[in-house]
């Protein structure tokens, strides 16, 4: 590739990210539940000023809110960096909104970069930008300017796969496990489990001894676990949270648990197929290029991908509704396409290349990649136009602790209405919603010519990176497979 094409593939690819970053930087929104996780905040700190560390508030019944307690259902995540935030003088929801929806523009800034760094420790350094392919085509484009948690999730996720990957310092992987248990109070086995297969592949990358980082990990772990059931016993006077546990709140039969966790993957409106394609077949075809060659990381990905599915079907709306898309399952994407191409990305390489090989497929990629992105542009240009997708039902579906329909309204909205994403695409025709597209579509295409001429590139030219340096002075029994 001629000197001047791949300069401004490289330009572009990394603009567009550039672009993205300071343009969610540039306009925060409050989204989600922040102005119950703020108001859990301060029922907190007013149970801990008055001394009152058990059940406080706490009335075992769900409001019209759905909740049972003041402080609110929601875990740990955003309630410390907002007390922090009030401790340094942020006063009132303006300001402290402000610092969440930072938090998460800098979540997607961390992933990215870490990314960067592991695929590059690696050897696979092609590989980041289909990574970087990845999340310029998913629904990040419309959170990371979000006060909603799930990117400070996924940069928190993103820090401890990264930092068992790269087998970092003990106290790293405990700290970072730590801080990624603290997202969800669910996520302690799927955090474990990610743990301890990146410790498995760094351990075949160096050699080294893997056991002060697992004992780090499983510390940070029982930390973040200790510290969440304290967080519980003031709010419900339980370690548990019995306001998520409520049964109003679970999706009731085992036949709809499964079609919401099928919904998950494949529903119009939600399903990551639809909203997040470019992720879903990375890591399926990664999957199965390589799974007769190692199958413990695919079959790593495969179970934690199924349970996580299963338990947000079993949760009253899988997909965090009313939110955009597939909210919930956010944080984990990034990171299990992370782990994907580090296990297997040399064993994809020979397909990607044949695939991008040709123009005409590379185009169709591209484009597809695009299209399925447009709806999260004009999302983040024109939130209002998700207004029209929920308005199908009149009157709108509300929730199962009062309604009797909620299960079958929220059906028809998962597989029957207009799909989603056919009315947040209105969004690409305000100024900014044109710009962004035409920006995030060069960007995608730089990211593509970078691919295809990193991976077409002789091997030794493109393993030519520090992480090489360290094979060649390691011994044949340390020597990764490549």
């Known amino acids: 590739m001629k000197v001047s094409v791949r300069t401004a593939a490289f330009v572009v690819a990394l603009g567009a990210f550039a672009y993205f970053v300071a343009m969610s930087f540039a306009r925060p929104f409050v989204g989600g539940d922040t102005p119950f996780v703020l108001d859990g905040t301060n029922a907190l700190l007013t149970c801990i000023s008055h001394h009152d560390y058990n059940a406080c508030g706490y009335t075992g019944e769900l409001n019209f809110w759905g909740l049972m307690s003041p402080i609110g259902w929601w875990p740990l995540l955003q309630h410390v960096p907002d ?7 942020a006063d009132g929801h303006a300001a402290r909104a402000k610092v969440l929806a930072y938090l998460s523009v800098i979540g997607v800034i961390v992933s990215v970069a870490l990314g960067w760094l592991v695929l590059r420790r690696y050897g696979r350094a092609a590989w980041f930008w289909a990574f970087l392919f990845v999340a310029l085509s998913g629904p990040i484009l419309a959170f990371a300017r979000q006060t909603a948690g799930e990117m400070l999730a996924m940069g928190l996720i993103m820090g401890v796969v990264a930092a068992t990957l790269l087998q970092a310092p003990a106290v790293v992987v405990g700290i970072t496990a730590l801080l990624a248990c603290w997202t969800k109070e669910t996520s ?11 410790l498995v592949l760094a351990r075949r990358q160096t050699g080294r001894s893997i056991r002060p980082q697992l004992i780090a990990g499983a510390a940070g772990i029982v930390v973040a676990v200790v510290t969440a059931s304290l967080f519980n016993i003031v709010r419900f006077g339980s370690v548990l949270n019995t306001n998520y546990l409520d049964d109003q709140l679970r999706t009731p039969g085992l036949a709809r648990k499964l079609e ?78 992370l782990i994907a191409l580090v296990a297997y990305g040399g064993a994809l390489e020979e397909p990607v290349r044949r695939l991008l090989r040709s123009p005409v497929r590379a185009t169709i990629v591209f484009a597809v990649a695009l299209v399925c992105a447009l709806p999260h542009i004009g999302y983040l240009w024109k939130f209002q136009s998700l207004d029209g997708y929920f308005l199908q039902e009149n009157p709108p579906c509300n929730a199962p602790w009062r309604s009797a329909d909620w299960y079958p309204c929220q059906d028809r909205l998962l597989w029957l209405h207009r799909p989603m994403p056919f009315y947040t695409v209105k969004g690409v025709a305000t100024f900014g919603g044109a710009v962004t597209a035409v920006i995030v579509g060069l960007g995608l295409a730089g990211c593509l010519v970078l691919l295809r001429a990193d991976l077409a590139a002789p091997p030794l030219r493109r393993e030519r990176k520090p992480a090489q340096r360290e094979v060649r002075t390691a011994g044949p029994q340390t020597a990764p497979a490549r």
Request: aromatic share 16%.
């Open 83 to 89: 007390m922090i935030a009030i401790g340094l003088g």
């Open 188 to 198: 302690y086995p799927f955090i474990a489990a990610l743990g301890v297969l990146g």
């Open 260 to 337: 919401y966790a099928l919904a998950v993957f494949v529903s119009p409106s939600g399903g990551l197929l639809f909203f997040w394609p470019a992720a879903v077949v990375l890591v399926v075809a990664a999957c199965l290029v390589g799974f007769r060659r190692d199958p413990l990381p695919a079959l790593v990905i495969l179970v934690v991908s199924v349970v996580l599915a299963v338990g947000f079907g079993s949760w009253w709306t899988p997909f965090g509704w009313s939110g955009y898309g597939p909210r919930l399952q956010l944080p984990w994407v990034l990171p299990l396409v």
